[in-house]
């Protein structure tokens, strides 16, 4: 997966961590990463906050030459870096930090000259504490299930315009090496353009997962890999979608959806995208194609006609919005509809029988 980004010349880092006894701003008596950083308090409503701020001078953070990671206050709970370098030759990484629960890194070794960020090695003495996760524009090239093993508490992991040309289907693989449930449940890898989407890799983790962002892909259905098991998202109740360039949606996609916990599908594609940008139905007046029908279908038969907020089809690039899809639309008899099972009733013991009906004919 390959993501293309354009750089700002912002440059700011916030380290805040918990002081309860801490009221007053502190020009002094605290070391800092780096000469141009200064460490405020700040109060929330129930605590007050140490924050190092770094304002940037036109230079670049590089790790380890001009930014001592290891004077980062012990206490620190967030962490917020943005642009900068690790040099991945001289294997540095954040010191132990048992309070460290959030990171925010974004433009991180971005020149032709630098290597690829140290994904497995940065962060694995603060890993197993950390719940939030945020990379954006950084280079990554690709993702192994090395890059997040041993992330046992992350809850929310935003992968926004970095650079990944390969995405493995197992990188959700060691999230918890020791077996136990992972706690992911927010996932976002957004704004770029892919070569491949392997669906597999969400396996390890629809059990967990509740929000799911993959917004401007630019996704094609040849670029969307069904291969792998089957699975259900267990919890997931939001999916996005936007601003890809699928014709149709992918059975995988489709089979691993909850009627019990699916509340919102965003399929909408902006009208200020490039014109080689796809949309569902290409060829026809809105989303009455036959690559459409088995969506419909799921829609009704699940009884849940509002969940598809947005989807937009057509040569004209029609937005429907708000559960107006699939509406009141017949598709012809020759277009696909779903396998459904049935119980039925004999003599002998119950047994379960395939068929092919019509779900908005079901009564729930």
């Given at each position: 997966m390959s993501l293309w980004f354009w750089l700002t010349p912002t440059l700011s880092i916030l380290l805040t961590s918990m002081n309860p006894a801490a009221t007053e701003p502190i020009q002094n008596g605290l070391e800092s990463p780096h000469p141009d950083c200064h460490n405020v308090v700040t109060s929330s409503s129930t605590q007050a906050l140490l924050t190092l701020q770094c304002q940037s001078k036109g230079n670049m953070y590089v790790i380890?030459?001009?930014?001592?990671?290891?004077?980062?206050?012990?206490?620190?709970?967030?962490?917020?870096?943005?642009?900068?370098?690790?040099?991945?030759?001289?294997l540095t990484a954040l010191p132990p930090r048992s309070m460290l629960r959030s990171v925010h890194l974004e433009r991180f070794n971005l020149d032709s000259t630098h290597a690829r960020f140290p994904m497995n090695t940065f962060f694995v003495n603060v890993k197993v504490h950390l719940q939030t996760?945020?990379?954006?524009?950084?280079?990554?090239?690709?993702?192994t299930s090395l890059d997040f093993e041993g992330f046992s508490s992350l809850e929310s992991l935003r992968l926004s315009q970095v650079q990944v040309d390969v995405l493995d289907h197992n990188i959700f693989q060691s999230l918890t090496p020791d077996g136990s449930l992972p706690k992911l449940s927010y996932l976002e890898i957004s704004r770029g353009v892919t070569k491949s989407f392997n669906w597999s890799?969400?396996?390890?983790?629809?059990?967990?997962?509740?929000?799911?962002?993959l917004d401007d892909l630019m996704l094609t259905v040849g670029q969307w890999n069904?291969?792998?098991?089957?699975?259900?998202?267990?919890?997931?109740?939001?999916?996005?979608?936007?601003?890809?360039?699928?014709t149709l949606v992918p059975p995988c996609f489709?089979?691993?959806?909850?009627?019990?916990?699916?509340v919102s599908l965003?399929?909408?594609t902006s009208p200020h995208l490039p014109a080689s940008q796809s949309v569902f139905c290409p060829s026809s007046g809105a989303c009455g194609c036959c690559d459409m029908s088995l969506l419909a279908y799921w829609?009704?038969?699940?009884?849940?006609?509002?969940?598809?907020?947005?989807?937009?089809?057509?040569?004209?690039?029609?937005?429907?919005?708000?559960?107006s899809f699939p509406g009141k639309i017949v598709y012809q008899p020759n277009c696909p509809k779903p396998a459904t099972t049935r119980r039925v009733t004999s003599p002998t013991p119950s047994s379960t029988v395939a068929t092919s009906v019509d779900p908005s004919a079901v009564t729930r």
């Open positions: 380890p030459d001009n930014f001592n990671v290891t004077c980062i206050s012990p206490k620190t709970v967030h962490l917020e870096i943005t642009d900068g370098w690790v040099r991945n030759e001289s996760f945020r990379l954006a524009q950084i280079k990554l090239l690709h993702l890799v969400l396996k390890p983790i629809s059990g967990s997962l509740k929000h799911l962002n069904c291969s792998g098991a089957a699975f259900k998202l267990e919890q997931t109740s939001t999916i996005s979608l936007r601003n890809n360039s699928l489709l089979n691993s959806l909850s009627e019990q916990a699916l965003d399929l909408e829609v009704k038969g699940a009884g849940l006609s509002q969940v598809v907020r947005s989807i937009t089809c057509g040569e004209s690039k029609t937005t429907f919005r708000n559960g």
